[in-house]
């Protein structure tokens, strides 16, 4: 019976689940297939047929097979340069390599461009380890170690470094940020003395956090940064607010209730807390409360029903912020009275679980509400938590970072691609061309942001 009665309330909470927005999934631009002609060599045009030997034979459109081939990812090619020498002065006149062989690294790099940008989308995006990287290609015949693959992704790392220090330079006068972290785990990382957020005094700290911060510029761009260490996310934003710029508005913090994601930066923000969170402390005793939390869950599925409508019917943010203070926010005012009269009532216990959760949503009801009070606010931080499952995959693979070092080639690389990804560009073709045009990067980074890739490249 009991069991019975999980299933129940199991059911009635997917049934006020908020509705999945069902968005065209964000793809790169596809390569085009490599074309091979095959031509006849019995037959020429004008021929007679050799099935009924009265017509003529004629061009017509050629039959097609796209074929998908397999092969190891990382292939060896020795290249044999001719070479003479003179017997008077002994000079050597070496033949040219191949354009091609040139573009995808230098002379004497043994690993090209485009192997060390596989590598990296094999690690930071995949999130394969590299030990694991290593078995696999013995099954395929290229043997290459472990700490070559670490070698090879610390290179791209250090070309792609310029364009992470402009990433927080651009993401300091972000419009608004979503920001959220996760724990993580970095071996050879002691204990070390910093301040905590409001204190004056450095203490003794040893926690470790992946912190993820998605800024969205006024240009429409979206900037996405993580840094592991010893630290939260408040205190990553913190280093980005200490440069912005004085005459920018304050802009909007999207983020869960956790002090830890609070600010202490010396500008203005404007908080905005998220509702998925919110919702969540009413799912999670929909056991012990099935009636009143299905009331409060079918009262918040209308919050991301409006939201849905306003996405199909794209909505200026001026549009949006009216609909939602229409119609979104007498639901939430009607959820936070209708909790607050069972706590005075004595229908329900504070310290109950659902109290707990009608005393959350009454404690931060402002900041839960702020998506029907300021223009652009968003309504959950679903998008970060998203975005962090490129550090929580690569976690759960790899367990753990060695050193500070490796932590901080994670976090230029996961950034860079992340970053790129939400550009909606190639991603390889960009590392490529990072790494062949470093030089151009770190006096010009501007120019190979990844949404003006296609006019550079």
């Not at 050879?188 to 957020?197: D, V």
Request: proline fraction near 6%; charged fraction near 20%; glycine fraction near 6%.
């Amino acid at each position: 019976m009991s069991a019975l009665c999980r299933q129940t309330d199991k059911d009635q909470a997917n049934d006020s689940k908020p509705p999945r927005q069902r968005k065209p999934k964000p793809t790169s631009p596809q390569s085009p297939p490599v074309t091979v002609h095959h031509p006849l060599t019995d037959y020429q045009v004008g021929d007679a047929c050799p099935e009924c030997s009265l017509g003529k034979l004629y061009p017509t459109k050629p039959a097609r097979l796209l074929r998908i081939t397999g092969q190891s990812p990382y292939s060896r090619e020795c290249h044999l340069s001719e070479q003479l020498r003179c017997n008077a002065c002994g000079v050597y006149l070496t033949a040219s390599l191949p354009e091609s062989i040139k573009q995808d690294g230098d002379t004497q790099q043994q690993y090209g461009y485009s192997a060390r940008a596989l590598m990296v989308l094999s690690k930071y995006f995949v999130g394969s380890p590299f030990y694991r990287q290593e078995s696999m290609q013995d099954l395929l015949g290229v043997t290459i170690s472990s700490s070559t693959f670490y070698d090879q992704c610390r290179y791209l790392a250090n070309d792609a470094q310029p364009l992470f220090d402009r990433f927080k330079q651009l993401a300091a006068n972000a419009g608004d940020y979503l920001l959220d972290d996760t724990r993580h785990r970095i071996l050879k990382q002691g204990p070390i003395m910093k301040k905590r957020p409001k204190q004056k005094k450095a203490k003794r700290r040893t926690g470790i956090y992946a912190s993820g911060i998605i800024a969205n510029l006024i240009n429409q761009q979206q900037i996405v940064l993580f840094q592991t260490s010893v630290g939260h996310a408040g205190e990553f934003i913190d280093e980005l607010l200490e440069k912005r710029s004085p005459d920018q508005p304050p802009p909007i913090l999207m983020s869960d209730a956790l002090s830890s994601n609070n600010p202490q930066a010396a500008c203005e923000t404007i908080r905005s807390l998220c509702n998925a969170h919110g919702r969540r402390q009413f799912a999670d005793v929909i056991s012990h409360f099935p009636e009143q939390v299905e009331y409060a869950l079918k009262q918040y599925q209308v919050i991301w029903v409006n939201e849905s409508m306003i996405s199909q019917q794209q909505l200026s943010s001026e549009q949006r912020l009216a609909y939602h203070q229409t119609y979104s926010l007498p639901v939430m005012a009607n959820l936070r009275e209708w909790g607050n009269q069972l706590i005075q009532t004595g229908a329900v216990e504070e310290n109950s679980g659902l109290g707990k959760a009608i005393l959350y949503f009454d404690r931060h009801y402002e900041g839960l509400t702020r998506f029907c009070t300021y223009t652009g606010a968003r309504v959950d931080n679903n998008l970060m938590e998203a975005m962090l499952k490129l550090i929580v995959r690569g976690r759960k693979n790899s367990l753990f970072y060695q050193t500070q070092t490796g932590a901080n080639v994670a976090d230029v690389l996961t950034s860079l691609i992340a970053t790129a990804a939400s550009a909606r560009i190639n991603v390889f073709d960009y590392l490529n061309a990072i790494q062949r045009n470093k030089e151009s990067v770190k006096t010009n980074p501007d120019q190979w942001l990844p949404w003006n890739f296609k006019a550079t490249e």
